[in-house]
């Protein structure tokens, strides 16, 4: 169409419409351009993707620009409804003003098809440009662009000056007079471009290679197995790969053409993974009838980072299978999505906000100089899983994270049950420590006694909530609330539960209950959400006192709280936490602290209240832990058999030329502190099993990490042989759960010289997850730091494994290799 012709219809409808001075020929344009771009689009043309906005946008604004300048500067005031137009046309018939306001009425009627309603237009006096914005179908808004974008439209921007009042207009096709003149000076036509939001995310993922799959299966029996590892073939180099790349990621392992998703699954054991085959999302009997050898490679994304890219199905994991030979469409969904997982896999390298208490390992005592070491028991096991969570999200090991004596301790040993009313035996062993040849190991076993449930006296449960904004997370509240049902599961009608949370305060949910209302219970739990700040000093003051308030004579009286760690209203800093929390344990309430998240978790501010709070402590990653350690181990965890519990140990200077301390470091005492029972020391739990570990260095052995003596003049330095072959004498203190006197017993150590071959199993396992967490440190105290080594001595240690804890630590071995890789 001629830039004249389009001129002389937009000037004959100014003069004879009842429309305002704004253009009505606009709209016809942009119809007639849209009826060109889409009759472009059925032919199936192949055109650059730019060149329809620039040649649509390049016609309004020369159609713009020349009607425009054909205008006088100022208009003259016409009559009512009519806009005064200073260019000479020839005479129109009001037939031809009907063929125009027909076709504008055509637009109007298109454009009230849009799904989203036309916006009225409200014009108000201003001195400066005014800027009228109308929404239209972008003509490059195909089937194609569907799928990825469905709600993108085009925005065009009309500016002029205003200078007086205007009555509210619609864009509907309702007609308003008005005397007043209008000048529009121009007209500006803008394309907004997409702009991709960023997202921040944390997760893992893992690629499976199609040659690691058995050929000869069909299916994906190819990729059953057990909790052990994965069976695929007789090929070991391909089982090895396999593990390391599907099952020791810890994505989980299939079996009876199942997928399960470890860290992401368990939240919801039943639900399945999404699986996205080829960029679409199929189910799991589509994935099991591929021929395994049409498998190019298969993706396993969990966490955060699969739900940023999918959504919320994806809350359970995704598997993202790619096969050959695919079509040209699939091939470029396909690349897209693998730039989508890329993306989030440099993001989950970013550091994040976890606080964890800096310390420096035992260095090595001179016996002669210091025989005597002093320490509190340790029942905490929040450091392994821990630990596990971000090797298995494929982050880097915070080294202040690993506490060894939280992973030793993680585990169960087969110590024997205690004897004469004693509240737990002693056992101890002595062989080769495997990572520094010609030094010893000294290894000091307690078994708690084990109490039937139905003889546990009765429990005064204070569930401690923290539904701050910071728990708004799928691995924080929703796995907290799964985690208390699996604890109330264990409880008897004779039990009692109460829920206190904080956020920017504190307050009682539930008044105590007994846990026979289990529904009442689960009803307060489930309305529980997370908002707000968190004022976790306020929630412990409101939960003690609600304890002493229902305290149980003789029985089980225990505040358990459950949070990411992230105080941050009233008493927060961790000196001030420490002070509150020693003060309350005088009122013979017990402490447990279970702590979820990721991110901005604060395991130094739980570690602390575990220590000062007569408690325990345990991270919770997934329902695997919470299933542990407040079911299996529930009687451990929740009912106290000894408290104050010290440990002292004497060393022979004969045999003994220096020795220290595995782990611990935080639980260290004076040696004067050992007989005083004002000082505060671990609970030892019903069942539970404590594990210490003694590096020593033998008197007739020079080793590079002996410390240098000093002659001393006035201490006797000649040693005594009247103790004939004792290495060592333990001596361990107690109270009971309510008493406030200590009780001592002691055990001697003798000197013999065994080998590792000779070990028992559980000594070889104990050293093995030492030797791991110290070579996750970086220890500048071991010389040999081979993960092969390790990985070897755990299997010689796995023994009967019934639950399967130790295999699943041989398999954090081996992903821990592949990520140093």
């Not at 946008?57 to 409804?81: D, H, R």
């Not at 504190?506 to 846990?515: D, I, K, N, Y």
Request: glycine share 6%; with cysteine.
């Amino acid at each position: 169409m001629e830039n004249n012709h389009i001129d002389q219809q937009f000037n004959e409808a100014s003069k004879l419409s009842e429309e305002p001075a704004v253009f009505h020929g606009f709209e016809k344009v942009w119809g007639k351009i849209e009826e060109k771009l889409d009759q472009k689009q059925e032919k199936k043309r192949t055109i650059p993707l730019w060149l329809p906005y620039g040649i649509a946008a390049s016609l309004v604004i020369g159609l713009g620009a020349f009607y425009f300048m054909n205008k006088n500067e100022t208009a003259q005031p016409l009559k009512p409804v009519i806009v005064e137009n200073t260019t000479t046309r020839g005479p129109v018939t009001r037939s031809e003003i009907a063929e125009i306001d027909s076709l504008t009425k055509k637009n109007i009627q298109k454009e009230k098809k849009i799904d989203k309603p036309v916006e009225n237009l409200a014009i108000h006096k201003v001195p400066a440009p005014v800027v009228y914005s109308t929404v239209v179908p972008s003509p490059l808004h195909t089937s194609a662009s569907d799928d990825v974008m469905p709600d993108q439209k085009r925005q065009t921007t009309i500016t002029g000056n205003m200078n007086d009042t205007f009555t509210e207009k619609r864009f509907s096709g309702q007609r308003k007079d008005t005397n007043t003149v209008k000048n529009i000076e121009e007209v500006v036509v803008t394309a907004l471009g997409y702009k991709r939001k960023e997202i921040s995310v944390t997760g893992s993922s893992t690629v499976v290679s199609s040659q690691n799959i058995a050929p000869q299966t069909t299916g994906y029996s190819a990729l059953q197995g057990t909790a052990a590892g994965i069976q695929i073939s007789s090929d070991k180099r391909r089982k090895r790969e396999i593990k390391k790349t599907f099952d020791n990621i810890n994505p989980g392992y299939l079996s009876n053409n199942q997928i399960m998703i470890r860290g992401a699954a368990t939240v919801n054991p039943g639900n399945q993974p999404l699986y996205v085959i080829n960029g679409e999302v199929r189910n799991g009997e589509y994935l099991s009838a591929l021929d395994p050898n049409k498998i190019e490679s298969i993706n396993v994304l969990k966490g955060t980072s699969a739900a940023a890219i999918f959504g919320s199905r994806a809350m359970n994991g995704v598997v993202v299978v790619m096969t050959k030979d695919l079509s040209r469409k699939e091939r470029k969904r396909l690349e897209k999505l693998e730039k989508e997982i890329g993306k989030e896999k440099q993001i989950s390298a970013v550091p994040n906000n976890e606080s964890y208490d800096d310390f420096v390992e035992n260095p090595f005592e001179l016996t002669r100089s210091q025989p005597l070491s002093t320490f509190s028991i340790d029942v905490d096991n929040a450091s392994y899983s821990n630990v596990r969570r971000m090797i298995n999200n494929g982050q880097v090991v915070d080294k202040n994270a690993v506490r060894i004596e939280e992973m030793v301790n993680y585990f169960k040993y087969d110590y024997p049950q205690p004897k004469n009313g004693e509240p737990f035996s002693i056992s101890t062993e002595y062989n080769d420590a495997p990572w520094n040849p010609n030094h010893k190991l000294l290894k000091i076993g307690l078994q708690g006694k084990n109490i039937p449930v139905d003889q546990l006296p009765a429990s005064n449960l204070i569930f401690l909530i923290d539904v701050s904004g910071s728990m708004n997370e799928e691995n924080k509240l929703p796995l907290l609330k799964s985690s208390f049902k699996v604890l109330l599961d264990q409880l008897r009608s004779k039990d009692k539960v109460g829920i206190v949370v904080y956020a920017g305060s504190a307050g009682m949910v539930l008044p105590p209950t007994s846990a026979g209302e289990k529904d009442k219970i689960i009803e307060a739990l489930d309305r529980l959400q997370a908002g707000g700040s968190t004022a976790g000093g306020a929630g412990i003051e409101l939960a003690y006192k609600l304890a002493q308030e229902n305290f149980v004579k003789d029985g089980n009286n225990r505040v358990i709280i459950a949070t990411d760690g992230d105080f941050n209203v009233g008493m927060s800093s961790t000196s001030d936490l420490k002070t509150l929390i020693e003060d309350k344990r005088k009122s013979g309430v017990f402490l447990t602290c279970l702590g979820f998240g990721m991110g901005n978790y604060k395991d130094n501010t739980l570690e602390t209240l575990a220590d000062k709070g007569n408690g325990n402590y345990a991270y919770i990653d997934n329902m695997q832990e919470a299933n542990k350690f407040l079911g299996k181990e529930f009687a451990g965890s929740m009912y106290a058999i000894a408290k104050d519990v010290k440990i002292q140990i004497e060393f022979n200077p004969e045999y003994v030329k220096s020795y220290r301390l595995i782990g611990y470091e935080n639980r260290k005492l004076k040696n004067e502190d050992f007989a005083n029972d004002k000082i505060d020391a671990g609970e030892l739990g019903s069942g539970h099993t404590v594990t210490a570990l003694y590096e020593i260095i033998p008197a007739n052995v020079k080793s590079e990490f002996l410390p240098k003596d000093s002659d001393l003049k006035y201490t006797q330095n000649t040693t005594s042989k009247e103790f004939g072959d004792e290495l060592a004498t333990i001596k361990f203190r107690y109270k009971k759960p309510d008493g406030h006197k200590s009780r001592e017993m002691s055990q001697t150590v003798k000197n013999v010289d065994n080998r590792i071959t000779s070990a028992s199993p559980d000594f070889k396992f104990a050293s093995s997850v030492a030797w791991f967490g110290l070579v996750v440190r970086n220890s500048e105290l071991i010389k040999k730091k081979d993960l092969s080594d390790v990985e070897n001595l755990s299997r010689q240690g796995k023994s009967k494994d019934e639950e399967g804890y130790r295999s699943e630590f041989i398999r954090l071995i081996e992903t821990y290799k592949t990520i140093q890789k």
